[in-house]
């Protein structure tokens, strides 16, 4: 499956994006997603993933209740809704699809977040 991510911009603090992830190629249905983020000099690290199906969704501790992560596999589309965004927000933003062995195995291209404060 290939991923790619947008919808990512200039926000200033409070405000909201919605990150979008086209996937195309195999049956998107049948792949869990996430999304990550890299923020400079810091390590990459999970935002939130949802589940093939949608049965169940994971949300990092620093976005819970700000964060929501869709999907809508008829699209072939995953989205991520930030609110109340916080310059600490601020970092290139990637779509991920999970592999048979279950790992984070297809990566779609980063979309750059900046919340100013």
């Given at each position: 499956?290939?991923?790619?991510?947008?919808?990512?911009?200039?926000?200033?603090?409070?405000?909201?994006?919605?990150?979008?992830?086209?996937?195309?190629?195999?049956?998107?249905?049948?792949?869990?997603?996430?999304?990550?983020?890299?923020?400079?000099?810091?390590?990459r690290e999970i935002v939130a993933s949802?589940?093939?199906?949608?049965?169940?969704?994971?949300?990092?501790?620093?976005?819970?209740?700000?964060?929501?992560?869709?999907?809508?596999?008829?699209?072939?589309?995953?989205?991520?809704?930030?609110?109340?965004?916080?310059?600490?927000?601020?970092?290139?933003?990637?779509?991920?699809?999970?592999?048979?062995?279950?790992?984070?195995?297809?990566?779609?291209?980063?979309?750059?977040?900046?919340?100013?404060?």
């Amino acid at each position: 499956v290939q991923l790619q991510a947008s919808g990512g911009g200039l926000a200033q603090t409070g405000g909201s994006l919605r990150l979008s992830c086209r996937a195309s190629g195999r049956a998107f249905k049948n792949y869990s997603v996430a999304w990550f983020r890299q923020a400079p000099g810091k390590e990459r690290e999970i935002v939130a993933s949802i589940t093939w199906g949608a049965t169940s969704t994971y949300y990092a501790d620093s976005v819970k209740g700000r964060a929501a992560i869709s999907r809508d596999d008829a699209k072939y589309m995953a989205y991520l809704q930030m609110n109340s965004l916080k310059p600490e927000d601020t970092a290139v933003y990637y779509c991920a699809a999970q592999n048979v062995g279950g790992r984070w195995g297809y990566w779609g291209q980063g979309t750059q977040v900046t919340v100013s404060s």
